[in-house]
């Protein structure tokens, strides 16, 4: 109550009793309850009177501010020497701007760079731990080299097929003797025995029994269709080996049609008569429906070819057929560097023939045949790998990845960069980065092959300097080596097929 004393200051309790009575405070009383103004009044006087507050001591003087020393005087700034103008971005180097994810080293080179040229590699993981290489000796020169060459080849001098062996897992090569004269060549293995096949223009196949040394003369399994195709994968299901070739069709390059072949692996692949040959598929005309939408100017000639075999998964959406025997099929398709690629379904029919099909759209109903794919404008390299059930490609870099870093003419395909993707339904591709980057217009880094070495990617890649004729007729053969090249896509998430 001494706040309210303090308050009031000088009244007296009757100037108190005559303020309730004016306020109405019938609440304050009852709060008092029987309490009558006698009893608050006794209160008050016994409660102690507050002490005196003591004098406050007075403040001492501020003192005086120092008298403040005067400026000098700024000195006068040199004026700013000019900036260099910015070099344009078409001329930085890409290799400032990216890191790249594999090795490279040099396993082979023409003898003569303007004459003879060293084309698409082949790579295959042996026994005990091999790794053999096959490489494509093309070219108006190849007269100069010792051995046998094929009687037709990409000129009329003809082919030969040069062999390299690595026995500590691709860091050391050293050639073989061997001199087989094909073009084209596949590797691959059946029953503890080593094949390639291969055309002189017409289809051929030979054989090594000593792992990768030596290699029999080349026996001729068809001779009716001229054949074309590049180092392609091989695929096994069934006791029966699969895989694609082409036959030339006469029309506008690159003008093949695709076949798909089987044998049984415990036949006599030598013998053309164990081998069973699909109907060749034309895709001409269904390339050419699509060239408005890809607004190819009309001198541009377009096709399928150099087609790739790989195993259908379920994770491939619509176009799996649960309990049948299918295949997808993914060929190059030439747009001047646009990046689709072409699918068509392997299968087997009932009377166990092999045949090649348009798959069907989930949406339209017409054929889904062209697909949004990396690097799809020049010849490419994809497998389907077991231990991580991702698909991996190995394809050039066009306007996809590239023009996001550095400005570059796109007005042909480049194939001075090589690059690696995975995918969990050959739909969804993921770059996991760049495997080689070659040092000129015509030091290429293309038409490459991979394989698994353990946790490392082993590819071969077709390759030149500024020796090679051009970046299609290349010089050089290398070797890249990707460490651990499954963690790259160890963190990513599948995603949901993507087919229309």
Avoid at 175 to 204: S, W
Avoid at 326 to 352: F, K, Q
Avoid at 493 to 500: D, K, T, V
């Amino acid at each position: 109550m001494l706040d309210v004393l303090d308050v009031l200051d000088v009244l007296d309790v009757l100037d108190v009793l005559d303020v309730l009575d004016v306020l109405d405070v019938l609440d304050v009383l009852d709060v008092l309850d029987v309490l009558d103004v006698l009893d608050v009044l006794d209160a008050l006087d016994a409660i102690a009177p507050l002490a005196p507050l003591a004098p406050l001591t007075p403040l001492a003087p501020l003192a005086p501010l120092a008298t403040l020393a005067p400026l000098a005087p700024l000195a006068t700034l040199a004026p700013l020497a000019p900036l260099a103008p910015l070099a344009p971005l078409a001329h930085l180097d890409p290799l400032a701007i990216m890191k790249l994810i594999a090795s490279e080293q040099i396993i082979a080179e023409s003898p003569d760079p303007k004459g003879i040229y060293l084309y698409t590699p082949a790579i295959l993981k042996g026994f005990d731990e091999r790794l053999i290489v096959a490489i494509d000796y093309g070219g108006p020169g190849t007269e100069q080299l010792d051995g046998p060459r094929s009687p037709d080849g990409d000129y009329r001098t003809g082919n030969q097929i040069r062999i390299l062996l690595s026995d500590d897992h691709g860091l050391t090569w050293q050639p073989t003797a061997a001199r087989i004269p094909m073009r084209h060549e596949t590797l691959f293995e059946v029953n503890r025995r080593l094949y390639m096949l291969g055309n002189d223009r017409r289809l051929c196949i030979s054989y090594s029994d000593d792992n990768g040394e030596s290699w029999s003369t080349p026996a001729i399994l068809e001779d009716k269709h001229t054949w074309h195709q590049s180092s392609v994968n091989v695929e096994y299901s069934g006791g029966r080996v699969y895989l694609v070739e082409e036959i030339y069709n006469g029309n506008r390059w690159p003008g093949v049609n695709q076949v798909l072949m089987s044998a049984s692996v415990f036949s006599d692949l030598t013998q053309p008569s164990n081998w069973s040959f699909s109907e060749p598929f034309n895709g001409d005309a269904l390339t050419d429906s699509f060239r408005s939408v890809l607004d190819l100017p009309s001198g541009v000639n377009t096709g399928i070819l150099e087609t790739n075999l790989l195993p259908l998964l379920p994770t491939c959406g619509h176009l799996y057929r649960p309990g049948h025997q299918d295949w997808l099929l993914a060929a190059r398709v030439h747009t001047e560097g646009l990046d689709y690629g072409a699918i068509l379904r392997g299968t087997m029919n009932a009377d166990g023939m092999p045949a090649i099909e348009t798959f069907p759209s989930r949406t339209s109903g017409l054929p889904l045949f062209l697909i949004p794919m990396p690097g799809g404008f020049c010849k490419f390299h994809a497998f389907f790998d077991e231990p991580s059930q991702l698909y991996y490609l190995l394809a050039s870099e066009g306007r996809q990845v590239f023009a996001r870093n550095c400005h570059e003419d796109f007005t042909r395909s480049n194939r001075r960069r090589l690059g690696l993707w995975s995918s969990p339904d050959f739909a969804c591709w993921h770059h996991l980065g760049t495997i080689a980057y070659g040092p000129s217009e015509n030091g290429a880094r293309h038409y490459a092959q991979m394989v698994p070495d353990g946790d490392n990617l082993i590819v071969a890649s077709r390759s030149g300097d500024e020796r090679a004729k051009s970046d299609h007729d290349n010089n050089l053969t290398t070797i890249h080596i990707v460490p651990n090249f499954r963690s790259l896509a160890a963190n990513l998430l599948p995603l949901p097929p993507q087919y229309g």
